[in-house]
């Protein structure tokens, strides 16, 4: 790769925004390869050892294997934890301005180089192994997107913003959900915390656009509504134009086993899906909650309509 550069797609947003199925959708394109949250992969699947979403847990996982010997060679498990508290203390949203406009103390800046070597070598290990010209990564955290904006050759980042009506958000967020990743039950949010996450999170993240990015947005209510469609301005978006559409005129895909290194538990099922547009919440969330998140919400969502 000494020459040549590695795209990545970085998928931003919020939590329970669709980023696991369009990231795995978008997998499905031949030269193409999805790695789900990768900001989650120190954490969950080095220290953690969740299951990959192949089903292997992390650490027996033969791709993931074969990337860490790429990456960072024979580490041990001390110097692994070292390079997960190294992303604690940098990837955080408090810390955007010495991520995205180098501000901050020397030391500051010299960490921020660090993490960004951590970063830089996984997500070229990733791309050798895989022999992908795009990578897919959803972790959607906004100062990992900072992060990965920094990397330098040979990443070349683009980033797609995926906002979700935030009312479906906040339903979403009130159900109980289980996770096969660690075998337990996933967080549940109240109205008023996803109300403010989602606004500060997605108003962060739609600064990309103004300040240099290769920025996208896409409506998670279009790609389920029109998925082949929705795929093919992804593919505009990325310079990939001509790639083959994973996605039939029925609106369905067939998902394999992905080496999803975290994500919504999603990332664990196969076969053939259907995609079609999600209207439960407006038939089961009551109208005092629609109406309070879309109100609290309403003028970050004004904002990315223009």
Not at 151 to 169: F, K, M, N, Q, T
């Amino acid at each position: 790769m000494s020459g040549e550069s590695q795209k990545v797609l970085f998928i931003g947003g919020y939590g329970r925004s669709g980023s696991t199925l369009l990231d795995r959708v978008l997998g499905q394109v031949p030269g193409f390869v999805s790695v789900g949250e990768l900001r989650h992969v120190f954490q969950e699947g080095y220290l953690e050892n969740r299951r990959c979403g192949c089903g292997e847990p992390f650490l027996e996982c033969e791709f993931w294997r074969a990337v860490t010997i790429r990456a960072f060679g024979a580490r041990r498990d001390q110097e692994l934890r070292q390079l997960a508290a190294r992303k604690r203390r940098i990837d955080r949203w408090w810390l955007i301005p010495q991520l995205g406009w180098g501000l901050g103390t020397r030391r500051q800046r010299h960490a921020v180089e660090r993490y960004r070597e951590v970063l830089r070598s996984l997500y070229v290990a990733i791309a050798a192994e895989s022999g992908a010209e795009v990578l897919i990564d959803s972790s959607k955290d906004v100062s990992h997107g900072y992060a990965l904006r920094g990397l330098g050759h040979p990443i070349e980042p683009y980033v797609l913003h995926l906002v979700r009506d935030s009312r479906a958000v906040a339903y979403s967020w009130q159900r109980r959900k289980f996770n096969p990743g660690n075998g337990g039950e996933m967080d549940r949010y109240s109205l008023l915390r996803t109300s403010t996450e989602w606004s500060l999170i997605n108003a962060l993240t739609g600064l990309h656009r103004p300040t240099g990015a290769r920025y996208a947005n896409l409506r998670y209510a279009d790609f389920a509504a029109e998925p082949a469609a929705a795929v093919e301005e992804v593919l505009r978006f990325l310079g990939e134009e001509g790639r083959a559409n994973p996605v039939s005129a029925g609106h369905t895909v067939q998902l394999g086993a992905e080496h999803t290194a975290a994500g919504n538990p999603n990332r664990f099922r196969r076969g053939e899906v259907r995609i079609r547009p999600d209207d439960e919440w407006q038939r089961e969330m009551p109208a005092g909650s629609r109406a309070l998140v879309g109100a609290l919400t309403f003028p970050v969502a004004a904002s990315l309509e223009r």
